[in-house]
């Protein structure tokens, strides 16, 4: 079935580091690619998307490009900042796999940027 | 402001004392779901609703019901809460299958 695996964490950084967050995954078919946010208390926030091969989804400086051939959409940020402390899920959506009706998660990755 | 939205936001309670959370979203979305977040375990989808009156389950949705009488409204009914249900629970809506997925806020469920 459809699944996502996230990098280990946590992450920890300096602020105006650079970031990598990686995620591959498995699906069928062609799945929509997810990245969300979620800070302390809050709900899950869309970061970016990428609906096919090649797209490349990008919002607040963060960006991620979806690679059909090694099953990745890594997200990046070239200069965190202590504000982008918070959980990252990558996640798919798949209609014609076993996504169906739901966005399949990875386990989240949580980041912590120090001043 | 397009939104979903959550009630109540916390929420404690007792074994076997029926309870609903209510979830609304106002962006005329036909798909809705639910969502529940454990710690070590991530977000696993309870029940998901197509329309209207179209309902079905998710990964995990023995002890829960839900409804789909309005399209803005699918709320989450827990008949006989157990202590294995607290967790935080997510609402969320979408335009379509392959769509990005809106959030609501979070409802916190503690059952003692």
């Known amino acids: 079935g459809d699944s996502v695996t996230q990098m280990e964490g946590p992450v920890t950084l300096s602020e105006e580091a650079f970031l990598t967050i990686n995620c591959t995954y498995t699906?069928?078919?062609?799945?929509?690619l997810f990245w969300y946010v979620q800070y302390p208390g809050e709900g899950l926030q869309l970061l970016l998307k990428?609906?096919?091969?090649?797209d490349k989804g990008s919002n607040k400086g963060f960006e991620a490009t979806y690679r059909k051939e090694t099953t990745s959409f890594h997200l990046e940020k070239g200069s965190v900042q202590v504000s982008d402390s918070a959980v990252y899920f990558c996640?798919?959506?798949?209609?014609?796999?076993?996504?169906?009706?739901?966005?399949?998660f990875g386990q989240g990755t949580i980041l912590t940027v120090h001043p | 402001e397009a939104q979903v939205t959550q009630n109540p936001r916390y929420l404690i309670t007792v074994t076997g004392k029926k309870l609903t959370v209510t979830c609304s979203q106002n962006?005329?979305?036909?798909?809705m779901s639910w969502y529940r977040q454990d710690p070590g375990l991530g977000l696993r989808q309870i029940y998901y609703?197509?329309?209207?009156?179209?309902?079905d389950k998710g990964d995990v949705p023995e002890g829960y019901k839900v409804s789909r009488k309005e399209k803005r409204n699918f709320p989450l009914i827990l008949e006989s809460p157990s202590p294995n249900q607290t967790s935080l629970y997510f609402c969320a809506s979408s335009f379509c299958l392959n769509c990005e997925q809106y959030f609501g806020p979070g409802t916190r469920l503690t059952v003692t």
């Open positions: 996640a798919l959506a798949n209609a014609g796999g076993t996504s169906y009706g739901k966005l399949t």
């Open positions: 699906a069928t078919g062609y799945p929509s």
């Open positions: 609703s197509m329309n209207v009156e179209v309902t």
């Open positions: 962006m005329n979305h036909e798909y």
């Open positions: 990428a609906t096919k091969a090649d």
